[in-house]
């Protein structure tokens, strides 16, 4: 197929000259690779085909410097990559409860996994390598949310403002009666 780049659509189709459609999703690259090879072979003696995604996307929601799908130049993306890909974890992101949502082909339905990034052995996981629009869910942690409100002195003013205020209201309310 040369330097060709053809387009997987929505219902999972490519669309080939001569040899047709051909539907691929829930293929692996090999054996969508192995397909077309078989079905070349009709028209040519050696077929050499390479299968490429060009477009690898990913979301990476939740408690992230830049929440979003990411596209990636790269096929083979860990998880600590994808989530740089997000900007990174905020400071108050629970490390140890990071969820990765996969769809199953094989189930129908969604598939959701923990991760803890605090582990070593987060690299051994099946899910330690990202796929093609995996989501990636970083949970708050609540209590380091609790921590940073309590030591966060603008918010604290605020509500010490917001507390005179109300005092203040409810005393005028009062002597107007």
């Known amino acids: ?5 053809y387009i997987v659509n ?7 000259p001569v040899i047709g459609t051909i539907y691929c999703r829930g293929m692996s690259k090999e054996q969508l690779r192995g397909d077309l090879e078989k079905r070349l072979k ?3 003696t050696d077929p050499l085909v390479s299968i490429k995604l060009t477009n690898f996307n990913i979301s990476v929601l939740g408690d992230v410097k830049s929440p979003g ?4 130049t790269t096929e083979k ?10 900007g990174d974890l905020n400071d108050s992101a629970n490390r140890t409860n990071i969820k990765l949502i996969r769809y199953s082909e094989e189930i129908g339905k969604d598939v959701v996994t923990s991760l803890d990034l605090s582990e070593a052995s987060v690299v051994n996981s099946p ?3 990202v796929q ?5 869910y970083v949970e708050p942690d609540k209590n380091k949310q609790i921590s940073a409100n309590m030591t966060n002195p603008n918010r604290n003013l605020a509500l010490q403002i917001a507390g005179v205020v109300m005092g203040l209201v ?3 309310i009062a002597i107007t009666k």
């Open 1 to 5: 197929l040369g330097d060709n780049e």
């Open 10 to 16: 929505d219902e999972g189709n490519i669309v080939f």
């Open 42 to 44: 009709l028209y040519i």
């Open 69 to 72: 799908q990411k596209t990636s």
């Open 77 to 86: 993306l860990n998880i600590f990559q994808a989530l740089a890909l997000g």
């Open 127 to 129: 899910y330690y390598y």
């Open 132 to 136: 093609q629009n995996d989501i990636i």
């Open 170 to 172: 409810t005393f005028i």
